[in-house]
């Protein structure tokens, strides 16, 4: 990475989430991601939440095996941001530090969705839990992949074959509904941050808008938005 000559400090990695509802993707498309920015010479690393650090996930065992629905929607959004607090600390500012590049299966819009517009938890406590646990650190880039609920959940149950659905698979349809209309609002709010992106056609197509997107905002002069968390 380029050295930055005023301070003498590496620059910073860039961080990039990637949100969206159930079979929309994220996963491949984070992984071809991760592939050409190696190809252009970029150190990256992929993670997810919840998980991502050894500690955070245990929780992601938990939370997604349905004990954490039993608590209610604040003690399973609690343990969401035990968990994001652990992987902040751990894993992703050690890395942006390091100027290495962070992709991320899921970040803090995943909980502005599924626990606050989905299980109504108040932007108040989402908004101290955030204070807590992700500071000021904010993404470069945040990849919204939008699919029909139809298409992804179908796609999502021929990936799990004959198992088990999660903790929130297992949801009903109006939920998913819910849910899509939760990250487009977000990409309509946030658009400095946000790129809306339709999933719903061929992985080639897909691929070349979320890097078109990247080359575009992020691999330009400007330096890289996300600070050192506060917490
Ligand atoms: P995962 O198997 O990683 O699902 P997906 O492939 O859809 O990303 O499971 C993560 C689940 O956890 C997913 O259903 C979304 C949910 N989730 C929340 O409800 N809140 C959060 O803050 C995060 C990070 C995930």
């Not at 929130?168 to 400095?192: G, K, S, V, Y």
């Not at 999933?199 to 080639?204: M, S």
């Not at 897909?206 to 917490?231: G, K, Q, Y």
Request: glycine share 10%.
């Amino acid at each position: 990475m380029a050295e930055n000559a005023a301070i003498g400090a590496p620059d910073r990695g860039r961080f990039i989430t990637f949100e969206g509802g159930e079979g929309a993707g994220k996963s491949t498309h984070i992984k071809r991601l991760a592939d050409r920015l190696d190809a252009e010479g970029l150190r990256a690393i992929v993670t997810r939440e919840p998980g991502g650090s050894p500690g955070a996930e245990i929780i992601r065992h938990v939370v997604l095996s349905g004990m954490g629905k039993l608590l209610g929607p604040e003690a399973e959004t609690l343990l969401f941001a035990a968990a994001r607090d652990d992987h902040v600390h751990a894993v992703i500012q050690p890395a942006l530090e390091q100027g290495i590049w962070v992709l991320c299966d899921r970040f803090s819009d995943s909980t502005r969705a599924y626990q606050g517009r989905l299980g109504q938890v108040a932007p108040g406590v989402l908004n101290a839990m955030e204070r807590v646990t992700i500071g000021r650190l904010k993404p470069d880039l945040t990849v919204i992949l939008d699919v029909p609920v139809e298409i992804g959940m179908s796609r999502a149950a021929a990936r799990r074959g004959t198992g088990t659905p999660d903790r929130f698979e297992a949801e009903d349809i109006q939920f998913h509904r819910q849910l899509r209309e939760a990250f487009r609002q977000i990409a309509q709010d946030e658009p400095q941050r946000c790129v809306l992106i339709d999933a719903n056609t061929d992985a080639a197509t897909v691929a070349a808008a979320i890097w078109s997107a990247v080359s575009d905002r992020l691999l330009s002069a400007a330096p890289a938005r996300n600070e050192i968390a506060s917490a």
